[in-house]
């Protein structure tokens, strides 16, 4: 390999590995401002007395319409990042494959493989616990979405007084 691949090579994987930080950074970021909007759009409608009140419909139905694109965006940014790990993990097995392996030992690690570390003064080996294996934090968080979403589904409802199955709400 000459020399400029090589430069060439740590560029782009230098740039991979910040557009996947930014990725996830993003993604958090913009989860932390939800979860905010979206309780301070709650505590408005508990706020509310008025079971009938229109305004309880308004709010739930911004609400709705903010758990969607929050939903939305937040699984367009996962699959970014996911877009980047990839993408850096290629350039790491293609160019850097004899010299580092974090981010294709990363895979093997969240895949539920045991990996192996080879430190001089402390050999290591790891491996992700089942339960952090199934419950992936987008998992979690399209949970959360779906969480608030469903309450103000039946906040909507019950405010519209709406007669399910002989039931009113």
């Known amino acids: 390999m000459k020399n400029t691949e090589l430069e060439i090579a740590k560029v782009g994987y230098s740039c991979a590995i910040n557009l996947w930080t930014l990725a996830v950074q993003e993604v958090w970021a913009r ?3 939800m979860v905010t909007g979206n309780s301070i759009i709650f505590i408005a409608i508990t706020s ?3 079971d009938n009140s229109i305004l309880k419909i308004i709010l739930s139905i911004i609400g709705i319409l903010m758990c969607i694109a929050w939903f939305v965006l937040t699984k367009r940014t996962v699959e970014l990042a996911d877009y980047y790990i990839i993408s850096t993990r290629e350039i790491e097995e293609k160019y850097f494959k004899k ?3 974090t981010v294709t030992r990363g895979k093997k690690f969240t895949d539920g ?3 192996h570390f080879n430190n001089l003064n402390d050999p290591n080996k790891k491996q992700l616990s089942l339960i952090t294996r199934k419950c992936h934090s987008r998992c979690i968080a399209y949970f959360i979405i779906f969480l608030f979403f ?3 589904i039946f906040i909507s409802v019950a405010s519209l007084k709406l ?3 002989g039931f009113q709400f």
Do not use: M
């Open 31 to 33: 989860f932390i401002a």
């Open 48 to 50: 509310i007395n008025d």
């Open 99 to 101: 010299y580092f392996k």
């Open 113 to 115: 493989e045991l990996v």
């Open 150 to 152: 469903l309450s103000y």
């Open 163 to 165: 007669k399910i199955c």
